[in-house]
């Protein structure tokens, strides 16, 4: 695996030279920006190294994974009941980082186009076999030209997996329509109820967990990409929920 040569570490978010160090934790050095304060590992495999990784090893993507299917189908009709008038009737959908293709078809089934993208080549195999009314594609959001013109782009969980943040979103705004909207989630390292002991919190997983945002560093990523954010949804859980905008 190749590591990025990166000998002096710079904000993944904000690109801010300026840092302190945090901790080493599992092997890792982990810095903190002294500008937007997200907290990242430093000297992180590039994302096609971690793509290459993940395909077929995904932690999860065992058949013990998928065995909750009904429960996993009816979070994702929730999910897209919540964020459906986001988009037109018939409007055009992608899941970043779609797992077994469960919010695909649930958005499928509100008359969406729907597609999904997912690094995991388990796990796409999934998708295709029981939901195969919707397209799929495998490999990273950077390197998928198919199709443009989404209406609402969803990735829950996924950002703080990528190396490139920047990169990662950037390409996710090239897909939007003009007027089309993003969800997207991650785990909120500021969040009130996130354990005080960081390995107490089951989102703190470096180095596969390789960026950790605070709201006011992920309204700064998704505003530097040209985004307006519509909404901060509230959450229980320590992770942060929003909704955003590509201007028309
Ligand atoms: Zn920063």
């Given at each position: 695996m190749n590591v990025i040569p990166a000998p002096v570490p710079h904000c993944p978010?904000?690109?801010?030279?300026e840092q302190t160090f945090a901790m080493t934790a599992r092997g890792h050095d982990l810095y903190r920006c002294n500008g937007c304060a997200t907290l990242y590992v430093h000297g992180l495999p590039s994302n096609a190294d971690l793509a290459a990784m993940y395909d077929d090893s995904y932690d999860g993507a065992t058949t013990g994974y998928f065995a909750k299917v009904d429960k996993k189908m009816r979070r994702a009709r929730g999910r897209i009941r919540a964020l459906r008038k986001l988009a037109p009737a018939g409007g055009r959908f992608l899941d970043?980082?779609?797992?077994?293709?469960f919010v695909v078809e649930a958005a499928r089934e509100t008359g969406l186009d729907a597609w999904g993208l997912e690094v995991d080549g388990v796990s796409v195999a999934y998708a295709r076999e029981h939901y195969p009314a919707n397209e799929y594609f495998l490999g990273l959001v950077e390197d998928f030209h198919s199709v443009q013109g989404f209406d609402l782009i969803y990735t829950s969980?996924?950002?703080?997996?990528?190396?490139?943040v920047r990169a990662f979103m950037a390409a996710i705004v090239r897909l939007l329509n003009p007027g089309g909207a993003l969800y997207v989630t991650t785990p909120d390292i500021s969040h009130w109820r996130r354990p005080r002991d960081l390995d107490k919190w089951d989102g703190f997983n470096p180095p596969v967990h390789c960026v950790y945002f605070n709201p006011a560093s992920m309204r700064l990523l998704l505003e530097s990409l040209g985004l307006e954010i519509v909404r901060k949804l509230p959450a229980f859980k320590p992770g942060m929920k929003f909704i955003a905008r590509k201007p028309r």
């Open positions: 978010v904000c690109d801010g030279a970043v980082g779609c797992n077994g293709g969980e996924v950002i703080e997996h990528v190396a490139d």
